[in-house]
């Protein structure tokens, strides 16, 4: 049994892709939270707030690229 294909349904692939700079943006803003959380925990949690600085450093990292592949 076969099921009638709906024709003129969006596709996934058929959406308009996402610009880079949005990419870039959003990346930056997930950074500047994580950095914000290193700055409220580093004096009761130096752990986590090392590891929160390593995900920023990333994340800052990332966007870098992000921006810099064609």
Do not use: C, N, Q
Request: charge should be positive; proline fraction near 4%; aromatic fraction near 8%.
């Amino acid at each position: 049994m076969t099921h009638p294909v709906r024709v003129g349904a969006p596709r996934v692939w058929d959406a308009d892709p996402v610009s880079k700079e949005v990419v870039a943006v959003l990346l930056l803003a997930l950074a500047g939270f994580l950095i914000g959380g290193v700055y409220s925990l580093w004096k009761t949690a130096k752990l986590v707030a090392g590891l929160l600085g390593i995900a920023a450093v990333l994340a800052v990292g990332g966007a870098v690229v992000w921006l810099s592949s064609s």
